[in-house]
């Protein structure tokens, strides 16, 4: 007499909560519009100072004081990759940083974990929609920049991948991690603010880590970020690299995949924590 | 074995105490001797801990509707985070649909279907049809089954012309409804039900109260949490107390309410009270615990008193308070409720 | 007022009564302020980190020989590019900031639902937005103060200008930042929802004011723009004050437009306020969440 439960797990059926979880996180971002173009105009904003700047330092409208350091004299194209990265450096640290505080917050974070999917996938559904949606903004700002700045690419584009794919799975699996940090902690918008803006800068966003001074150089240099910005900007305009090709995707590789394991270790040890104490501050 | 829908064993839950609190029993009392001077090389003292849930056991049949009271604080909601895998119990055990809620977590999520924090429990942001859809996929619903489903709910909740709005545009009756669909959404046999008519009005209440006797109807078993006595005594066919962490009390409505040694209330209104009066009644054999309390400024008073026999002492009654300037305006006899009840075994009213 | 049954009225209305209220507002803000930890991280490592991206990129345009520091050194007269950059994104902050502190602060207390309470004493309202500009400014101050030595010594910034000059220009600056806060803070009322308004003014202030470069070097149509804006003049005079010799002369033309600007924004501040405030005790608006 007891009625016969509807659900069916199967491979299939984890694949389908996972498109279901990337379609909901994707439906939620694009209904407040405003926010999607903030994305695509605030970083122009943030360049336009920049862009005077290397004019009051070009002679000649050239950046020949730039392209000693960098080995190239296309200042624009350069600031214009980095600020790609800046993007994804900032969906990350906010977007995923929050998105288990978030989702704690509103209060669908127990309805999400009572239903029999793996927690960890909740997790891989919010970093793949903040994924492709950071994407679509940052071509869109590319495009536009390259209009008011210029952004010419030498080389080949589609090499510029290799380094992409390792680095943004690096990323996103830091990610993971920051997003179990951020629940554990009451205030976390000082911790997320400045680390992100001192991880964009140290990365050479803005300039190529070799004119950092001396002192400063470790720390760019211990970031895997760096010479993935690197990589690709050598493969897109064609600049001097800090290690040799290879090198960096190895580094990149490595990179990845600890920061998987360790964003996921820490993952699973927020489960653990909020199983034995509970939803953290449970308002 | 018996095949129990829930049943648990000696469920205990205790939380590191939060600091100036100290070791405290679920009651209050401290469970810590005085401090004494610690040595240099002594053990670190232990993490104070608050028991929350002291050892509940319970045993919710196939097919009944379970009602779950107790006061604030009394390890009611732990207990029901417990069973449906939110929290992890510190010792004890507890098998919901036959699955362990430790180590077959995942067997019973799909087992059960919950109500729990209402209209905070979905996403404002979807419609309500989105909300279903996007659940449905996460209980492994198969995709066909998946939309005649949520249309089959929608229509049942009364939510067809809205379904396809944001839910932040819904009233909270309506979202309270999209939440029980989503509950309802895998067909699970069993259903949990934290404070399911709080927060609505009366009507919607009703039929939400309709509903569940229905689901119980179409064989699902139920374990409901409510603050509202009424409620409880009309829906469930058991009923569990819960208080500082224990089950103090199971048992039918009819049979707590038979707790209360069978006393009635005799309840008089009437003018002209005089203290006299309450001498003669209770001179009267089977009277007790005689109480008054006046109107407002009229002289109009209100007398209350417990009667072993009220159709024996009725006619001693009236004979007392006739004459001398006391009229009667109003009697009634009173059954004893199960908030009576309720007082009766824990000393405090359900909703402090 | 003088009621004729029973109780009397404990309070005195007056001038000195609301120079009170004054000062238990700028209270209010300065306990709850350093009741949050951050307020270190603020006061101490933003204002040079902030500056830190722009710096190092300017390093790196100037090249490993300064090669690239010749059109800077022939537009501004300086090869002092750290204070430059410096002081241009500390005036940025210092606006950055007020827009956030002082245009949200009715705004918090709305949403707290404390501004209701605070509306419903006898005290001259216009108290409250000057009340919560004033620990505002004073911790401003602070951060010049501290910033200003950090860049000395850590950044070996050369300060050859004159402090009081500096003061003066920063003092000449306050009714523009603050009168453009309090304008906020009549519109975030009405609005609830003005975080666009924010990135749209601070946006403009950071395109068009010179934060980074001379504005000799921006096309003539937007440097037509950048004369309107007063963030445009205290940029200038403060580096001109605190990085060259020029002296009184090279900022006597910014201040005579900071004085203009800091009048007309002031009163439109003023203005907006009470218009807002009108309009709040018509609609209902200030219990509002």
Not at chain 2, 26 to 33: D, K, L, V
Not at chain 3, 85 to 96: L, P
Not at chain 3, 107 to 120: A, D, F, I, K, V
Not at chain 3, 211 to 229: C, E, G, N, R
């Amino acid at each position: 007499m007891q009625p016969q439960t509807l659900s069916q797990p199967t491979l299939l059926s984890h694949l389908r909560a996972l498109y279901a979880l990337i379609r909901k996180d994707w439906k939620q971002y694009w209904r407040y519009p405003l926010n999607a173009v903030s994305s695509v105009f605030q970083p122009l904003i943030w360049i336009a100072p920049v862009y005077f700047m290397g004019q009051a330092f070009s002679v000649n409208g050239k950046a020949i004081g730039f392209s000693q350091y960098s080995g190239t004299t296309d200042f624009m194209s350069f600031i214009l990759l980095g600020t790609v990265l800046e993007s994804f450096i900032n969906a990350v640290f906010w977007g995923m940083g929050y998105a288990l505080k978030n989702d704690m917050d509103s209060g669908v974070m127990e309805s999400n974990w009572l239903t029999p999917i793996p927690r960890l996938l909740i997790l891989v559904g919010h970093s793949v929609t903040n994924l492709i949606v950071t994407a679509i903004t940052s071509v869109g700002m590319l495009l536009i920049g390259g209009l008011i700045f210029g952004f010419n690419t030498s080389g080949d584009v589609w090499k510029a991948f290799l380094p992409i794919i390792p680095m943004m799975l690096g990323l996103y699996g830091f990610g993971f991690a920051f997003a179990a940090v951020v629940m554990l902690m009451r205030e976390a918008n000082t911790l997320v603010d400045v680390s992100s803006f001192l991880v964009q800068i140290f990365s050479g966003s803005n300039f190529p880590v070799n004119a950092l001074p001396r002192f400063l150089l470790p720390v760019a240099l211990a970031l895997p970020l760096t010479y993935g910005l690197d990589a690709v900007r050598a493969h897109l305009i064609g600049t001097k690299t800090i290690l040799p090709l290879q090198w960096e995707m190895i580094l990149l590789v490595v990179f990845m995949f600890v920061m998987l394991w360790i964003g996921t270790a820490a993952f699973k040890s927020l489960e653990r924590r909020v199983r034995t104490l509970g939803t953290l501050g449970q308002h | 074995m018996t095949d129990f829908a829930i049943e648990a064993r000696q469920l205990v839950k205790m939380f590191p105490a939060r600091p100036g609190t100290g070791d405290k029993k679920a009651n209050g009392e401290s469970a810590t001797t005085p401090r004494r001077r610690r040595w240099p090389f002594a053990r670190k003292e232990p993490k104070a801990m608050f028991t929350a849930v002291n050892g509940v056991d319970l045993q919710i049949e196939r097919g009944e509707i379970f009602g779950l009271l107790g006061p604030n604080g009394a390890g009611k909601s732990t207990t029901i985070r417990m069973l449906c895998t939110l929290l992890e119990p510190t010792s004890g055990t507890a098998h919901v649909n036959g699955f362990d809620i430790v180590r077959q977590a995942n067997g019973v999520r799909r087992s059960l279907g919950t109500l729990l924090a209402g209209e905070r429990s979905i996403y404002w942001k979807l419609t309500g049809r989105e909300n279903l859809e996007y659940f449905a996929a996460l209980y492994h619903i198969p995709q066909a089954v998946a939309k005649q489903r949520v249309d089959e709910l929608i229509e049942r909740m009364e939510l067809k012309d809205r379904a396809n709005e944001l839910v932040e545009k819904y009233s909270t009756g309506m979202r309270q409804r999209i939440a029980i669909a989503k509950a309802l959404l895998a067909r699970p046999p069993i259903l949990l039900l934290d404070e399911p008519t709080l927060g609505l009005d009366p009507q919607a209440a009703r039929n939400l109260r309709e509903l569940i006797a229905q689901l119980k109807q179409e064989g699902h078993t139920i374990l409901l949490t409510t603050h509202y006595m009424e409620e409880a005594d009309q829906l469930s066919d058991r009923i569990g107390i819960i208080d500082t962490g224990k089950v103090i009390a199971l048992d039918t409505p009819e049979g707590l309410k038979r707790r209360i040694d069978q006393r009635e209330i005799i309840r008089l209104e009437l003018t002209g009270w005089h203290d006299e009066i309450a001498d003669k009644l209770k001179s009267i054999a089977g009277i007790e615990n005689i109480t008054t309390h006046q109107q407002g400024e009229a002289d109009l008073w209100e007398v209350n008193m417990q009667a072993q026999n009220s159709r024996a002492a009725l006619p001693r009654i009236v004979e007392h308070i006739s004459g001398n300037g006391t009229r009667l305006v109003n009697m009634n006899i009173v059954k004893p409720s199960l908030e009576d009840v309720f007082i009766h075994l824990t000393g405090k009213a359900l909703r402090d | 007022m003088e009621s004729k049954i029973g109780v009397e009225s404990l309070a005195v209305p007056g001038f000195s009564a609301d120079v009170q209220a004054l000062w238990a507002v700028v209270r209010r803000e300065w306990t709850i302020f350093i009741r949050y930890p951050s307020w270190i991280i603020a006061l101490f490592i933003w204002p040079v980190i902030f500056p830190m991206g722009y710096i190092l990129t300017a390093r790196a345009l100037s090249g490993i020989d300064g090669s690239g520091l010749t059109t800077f050194e022939n537009t501004t007269g300086l090869t002092e590019y750290v204070g430059y950059i410096a002081v241009g994104t500390m005036i940025w902050m210092w606006q950055n900031i007020v827009l956030w502190a002082v245009g949200y602060s009715l705004r918090n207390e709305q949403m707290r639902g404390t501004l209701e309470s605070n509306w419903l004493s006898p005290t001259w309202r216009f108290a409250y937005l000057l009340g919560s500009s004033i620990p505002q400014l004073a911790s401003m101050f602070m951060l010049m103060l501290v910033s200003g030595l950090e860049y000395a010594f850590l950044f070996k910034v050369d300060f050859s200008g004159s402090l009081w000059l500096t003061l003066l220009v920063i003092l000449a600056a306050i009714p523009s930042v603050y009168g453009l806060g309090f304008a906020f803070a009549s519109v975030v009322i009405t609005l609830k929802e003005a975080n666009a308004f924010v990135f749209l003014v601070r946006g403009i202030v950071m395109v068009f004011c010179g934060i980074t470069y001379p504005l000799a070097i921006l096309p003539k149509w937007m440097q037509s723009v950048s004369q309107w804006l007063p963030q445009t003049y205290i940029i200038h005079a403060v580096r001109t004050a605190a990085l060259s010799t020029e002296g009184f002369s090279g900022i006597a033309f910014d201040l005579k437009m900071l004085v203009i600007f800091g009048i007309i924004w002031l009163a439109f501040g003023y203005l907006l306020f009470n218009m807002m405030e009108r309009r709040a005790r018509q609609t209902g608006a200030i219990g509002q969440y």
